[in-house]
């Protein structure tokens, strides 16, 4: 198991590296020795990141690139309070200790994940490349009235670069171990006085992280993906303007991989990525999008309208359990697709002391799945075969903002949703089939979820802030019909958070601390629960609205310009997420038990550098560690969590561009220390052990960038 590491060995190897490397930079220090402000579009507008109020974290494309975020899994060690890890291909937000087990095609995340102001339903989808980004937005706490239903643990925002009235261009080639290779460029190119456009492609390929003792032409793990994104901007007036975006990828490999929990227990480095999976893997996934938004400035504000349509296919195969000498040993294959299309029409307003922005949201997804667990134990077959699961949202929102005194604000919004949900479908059993059972179910409700606040600038550069919200994610069904589960159906969840903060600049513009504490009501918690059919007396494991928690914290997050070259970023969090009531079976009570990777503590610390040389050339890099705290992960069947001990990660890097700026070439190291970390947990059952995901290992490499213009 991970070594339990304490913040004192933290420190000291940070210290160590910073002697060895000199010190370095996720992206150049601030201009003229002082932070610059940051504008954001977190609440549907544009305005200045200190002057949002709401627990608000931005991470721009530089940094990114500089972290080796290639995915939303990677902001697990950029953002505060936040675990992102990959589960069988879909990918699991939690935020604060708030997250969403069910990731099948009747599930909901409890996140928002959205490009370009466009949700992406289905949690497969979250996890496509990251590329050409202007700027990643996390948003912590419930989203209720913006960004509607699915955010109770809040939003990430992807925002990508747009077309630019100039010509510029870059590519990108990297070279690194577990035969990493990478490619990314970019052109972008005012075309007349109307329109300009962008293209963007990325291409990854890496080797398995987790080892195949099969000789395996792929190890799990892999990763075999190519992106593009093609934007066309068109500026008819000052006034009016259009945005076109098209976009594609294609992932293939081996595909995620897991490893025996009893094999992370007892071994340690590398034998502990190592696997005997029954078969094969095969990762053969697609996806498509497409969107249009307008803009219009009209005399009584901005309109925005925004249509978007998008494709999600799956073709997978994937091992269960281990190989076992002499037993044909199971796996599955899925087959589906989701489709998905969404309009809002927004209109933000300014008049006198008020400010507001209302809107109209309607959203539509239609999945089909076809999921085979072949040679499983005494039945040989099992087959998920539904089609289709329906979902429908109606939405009307507003939100008003009342400036009562200078620099003083009074805020209130509320959001209306109408939601439906039907699936139709089949479980069979055997081959031939001996068992069938078929699965129809829909839910339909509404729900009003909703904000207010007030904010007060305590000086020109420091805002206090308290906030009330609430959210909701949606409820469902579980297999069967009416008349053969009495368990059907669950309602939403509910959480309703009470935060206050600050923001504030100091020192000449020099320290930026973003602090706030919060505390959550969370009830009507989502979870399987075994529990006995009143007909038969048999177990059944069914997700019933069977929880109640309770999640209080403290999160601290700032920069420091320590001088026109160098910047200290920290961060550190406090978070206490348990159940108030909660029994997996009948025999187990969780009242008092930790949520889910709810870690009581991380703390963030990365010092940046830049030196110019007497040439005109500069050397630049960052040097880094992010610690967290044990935490918990849940296997609701058997009623038992698993821990995964205090760990923290480091990373490293260095760049060199010539006088020119034409180039750069970027050396790196990332998680220097080579720690296994447990991300997901998938629990024994049918005679299969428990297996674990595990972050990445040791990765290190060199990238080299050109430019053009």
């Known amino acids: 198991m991970p070594d339990h590491t304490s913040f004192k060995k933290t420190a ?3 210290a160590v590296l910073l002697a060895q490397a000199g010190g370095a930079a996720a992206q150049a220090p601030s201009t003229n020795g002082q932070i610059q402000e940051v504008i954001v579009t977190a609440q549907r507008v544009a305005q200045p990141a200190s002057k949002t109020p709401i627990a608000l974290s931005v991470v721009s494309g530089d940094e990114l690139k500089a972290a080796g975020a290639v995915n939303a899994s990677n902001l697990t060690e950029l953002v505060p309070n936040v675990q992102i890890s990959n589960n069988g291909g879909a990918t699991v937000i939690s935020i604060r200790g708030v997250s969403s087990a069910d990731t099948t095609e009747k599930g909901d995340p409890s996140a928002a994940f959205n490009i370009d102001g466009v949700n992406l339903a289905r949690p497969q989808s979250a996890g496509l490349a990251f590329y050409d980004l202007e700027r990643v937005e996390v948003l912590r706490g419930p ?3 913006l960004y509607g239903r699915n955010a109770t643990a809040g939003a990430i925002n992807l925002i990508t670069n747009k077309p630019a009235d100039k ?39 890496h ?8 000789h395996f032409a792929h190890d799990y793990d892999d990763d075999d993906s190519l992106s593009g994104r093609l934007q066309a901007s068109l500026k008819f007036t000052p006034d009016l303007a259009l945005l076109l975006s098209a976009d594609a990828s294609t992932l293939k490999g081996a595909g995620p991989g897991t490893v025996l929990y ?7 480095g590398s034998a502990q990525r190592t696997d005997t999976p029954s078969v094969p893997g095969t990762y053969n996934n697609r996806a498509r999008g497409t969107s249009a938004e307008l803009k219009a400035n009209l005399a009584v504000g901005e309109l925005t309208y925004q249509v978007a349509h998008r494709n999600y296919d799956r073709d997978e195969i994937a091992p269960i359990g281990e190989e076992v000498a002499g037993v044909v040993s199971a796996d599955s294959t899925t087959v589906g697709s989701y489709t998905q299309t969404s309009h809002e029409l927004r209109l933000a307003s300014a008049f006198g002391a008020w400010k507001t922005i209302g809107g109209l949201y309607l959203f539509k997804e239609r999945s089909a799945i076809d999921a085979r667990l072949r040679h499983f134990p005494d039945v040989g077959l099992l087959v998920f075969a539904q089609d289709p699961t329906i979902s429908k949202s109606r939405a009307a929102f507003g939100e008003a903002t009342l400036s009562i005194a200078p620099g003083l604000h009074v805020m209130a919004g509320l959001r209306r949703t109408f939601d439906d949900k039907s699936r139709l479908g089949q479980t069979i059993i055997g081959d031939p089939p001996f068992y069938s059972s078929t699965n129809d179910a829909s839910v339909s409700y509404a729900q009003t979820t909703g904000r207010v606040g007030i904010d007060y600038l305590l000086a020109k550069d420091t805002m206090l802030y308290t906030t009330l919200s609430t959210g909701y994610k949606a409820g469902g069904f579980n297999d069967g019909t009416t008349a053969t589960n009495p368990y059907l159906q669950y309602d939403p969840e509910h959480l309703t958070a009470l935060e206050a903060g600050i923001k504030g600049r100091f020192l000449n513009n020099r320290l930026q601390v973003n602090a706030n504490i919060f505390a959550y009501d969370y009830k009507d918690l ?10 038969t007396g048999a177990p059944l494991s069914q997700t019933l609205n069977a929880a109640k928690a309770s999640v209080t914290g403290a999160e601290l997050e700032g920069k420091f310009v320590v001088s026109e070259s160098g910047r200290l970023n920290f961060s550190a969090t406090y978070l206490d997420a348990h159940f108030k009531n909660y029994m997996p079976n009948a025999t187990s009570n969780w009242a008092g038990l930790r949520l889910a990777k709810s870690p009581k503590a991380t703390l963030g610390l990365s010092y940046s550098h830049q030196l110019y040389l007497e040439s005109g050339a500069s050397l630049s890099g960052t040097i880094g560690t992010h610690y967290s705290s044990s935490y918990v992960l849940n296997d609701y069947v058997n009623a038992e969590q698993i821990t995964q001990p205090a760990y923290h990660l480091s990373d490293a890097n260095l760049s060199y561009a010539p006088a ?16 296994t970390v447990i991300t997901d947990y998938a629990a024994a059952s049918s005679g299969y052990a428990a297996t674990v995901s595990l972050a990445a290992p040791r990765t290190a490499g060199v990238r080299l960038t050109a430019y053009f213009q």
Do not use: C
Request: no cysteine; proline share 1%; hydrophobic share 35%.
């Open 143 to 145: 989203q209720g009235t």
């Open 167 to 205: 010509f510029e261009s870059s590519a990108a080639i990297e070279l690194g171990n577990y035969a990493d290779r990478k490619f990314d460029g970019m052109v972008n190119s005012k075309v007349n006085s109307v329109l300009a456009i962008r293209a963007a492609v990325a291409k990854s390929q």
């Open 12 to 14: 000291i190897t940070t």
């Open 262 to 268: 009893d094999t992370v227990l007892h071994r340690t």
């Open 207 to 214: 080797d398995g992280y987790i080892r195949s003792t099969q």
């Open 660 to 675: 020119s700026d034409k180039w750069m070439l970027q050396a790196y190291v990332r998680n220097i220390t080579n720690k």
């Open 526 to 535: 989502q979870l399987t629960t075994v529990i006995n059919d009143p007909l």
